[in-house]
């Protein structure tokens, strides 16, 4: 154990004839010691903040030993200034002493050996006394923290906390720690697949790619034919989360398919406890979904108690859930420009968790988007350039016969999407022969 500083300063004091201190008996009273602010919402790495330690309504006390401690990974301790603290606040013509300002294991009076808790990272050890005892309220000192990480929380502790009456006794008191950032936290993401949960392919940008077919100016399909945007909600916090709501604006020109209304099955709940998505379990009740009448559509998810559903406990830390919908062309078979395209779309999706049922407790949001490229494809045009001429049927003879696992396959030459380039493709060529975007 730690000597009780008041005590050593108390004899020093006495050894150097500077005042006989009073006996004072200990009272229980309600003084507390406390921080402010007590909580600190989550700053950018590399900015400070600091941090007052205080008491309300103490007994009269002469000297404190305090230790405040943070994840020094999270937020580092630079330095405790004890400028305007209660005694010299309160008390006039004392005689000061600061025994410890220790700041990570350096600085005055550090506590490295023989003693328990040790000084060390994350922690700031203060020890000061006054010959003149002082009552009430005020502060104590104040520390001031570097946020080293972007690491969601930290507590702020206040522990081995000590305070002399000047007589060899304790102070009674409460004590009331704080913390940084916020214990509930939640990760959202975005991102797409076609109908057999495949991710969609990429373009030469490395953007996820989506053909939209043009025949003679009008939207004729898509390929794929159908994609399933999905939301990943995970806890990323330490307090196991018990409700939420979910808002995902779907991206424009793309509706959910078949309509929600009433519910068809095109959008479904999953506990995300396996590695593939085909085998999540699913816990889809349609009374927790709603779907706006708008362009771009909404979808609202609301589960005011997880454990009410399939997964029979609150979302722990390092678990997840998925929200998918299949979404379908909502230009398809209207008139669209060649030259429109590319066109990108995007999917954007916040969260906010509660750690108690029916959206109550702490509560933590979470924001996550992602975002699909549209590109024009005339049908029957195999080389790109928005025409239908003998390059595309001299390049579609060529692939003749062939699949994927073909040397000769060509994609583009693919016009029925069947995953062979056959009669059906030449006949599609001819059909749309000199035509153009």
Not at 234 to 259: A, F, H
């Amino acid at each position: 154990m730690r000597k009780m500083y008041g005590q050593t300063l108390v004899v020093m004091l006495l050894a150097l004839g500077l005042f006989a201190a009073p006996r004072v008996s200990t009272v229980f009273a309600s003084g507390s010691i406390y921080l402010n602010p007590a909580t600190i919402t989550s700053q950018p790495v590399g900015s400070t903040f600091s941090v007052q330690v205080k008491v309300s309504e103490m007994d009269q006390f002469n000297g404190w030993e305090i230790q405040i401690v943070s994840d020094s990974s999270v937020i580092s301790p630079t330095s405790i200034t004890t400028d305007g603290n209660i005694f010299v606040s309160n008390a006039t013509g004392g005689i000061p002493f600061e025994l410890r300002n220790c700041v990570n294991g350096s600085g005055q009076g550090c506590c490295l050996s023989s003693c328990s808790p040790l000084d060390g990272a994350g922690i700031s050890d203060s020890a000061y006394g006054y010959t003149k005892p002082v009552s009430g309220s005020g502060l104590l000192f104040t520390v001031t923290f570097q946020v080293v990480s972007s690491a969601p929380y930290s507590p702020i502790t206040i522990q081995n906390d000590q305070f002399s009456n000047g007589g060899g006794d304790g102070v009674v008191h409460t004590t009331t720690s704080g913390s940084y950032g916020s214990s509930s936290s939640i990760a959202v993401s975005k991102f797409f697949t076609d109908g057999n949960f495949d991710a969609l392919p990429l373009d030469s940008n490395g953007s996820p790619s989506v053909n939209v077919v043009l025949a003679r100016g009008t939207v004729e399909s898509t390929n794929p034919g159908q994609i399933l945007a999905w939301a990943n909600i995970t806890n990323t916090g330490l307090k196991p989360l018990e409700s939420l709501s979910l808002r995902d604006m779907l991206p424009v020109d793309w509706q959910v398919s078949p309509s929600w209304i009433p519910p068809k099955g095109a959008i479904h709940f999953y506990y995300a406890n396996t590695t593939s998505l085909e085998t999540n379990p699913d816990l889809t009740d349609p009374s927790t979904i709603t779907v706006s009448a708008s362009n771009p559509e909404t979808i609202s998810f609301n589960v005011p108690s997880l454990n009410d559903t399939g997964i029979g406990h609150p979302l722990l830390q390092g678990q997840s859930i998925l929200l998918s919908a299949k979404l379908s062309y909502n230009l398809d078979q209207t008139s669209q420009s060649f030259a429109s395209y590319p066109r990108t779309y995007t999917d954007t999706a916040t969260a906010v968790a509660y750690t108690r049922i029916s959206y109550a407790g702490i509560q933590t949001r979470g924001t996550g988007s992602a975002s699909f490229t549209a590109h024009a494809k005339v049908l029957g045009d195999a080389n790109g350039d928005g025409n239908v001429n003998i390059f595309d049927v001299g390049l579609i003879l060529g692939a003749f016969g062939s699949s994927p696992s073909s040397f000769r396959w060509n994609p583009n030459a693919d016009f029925d999407n069947d995953g062979y380039i056959g009669i059906n493709d030449v006949t599609i060529a001819l059909a749309y022969y000199d035509t153009s975007s």
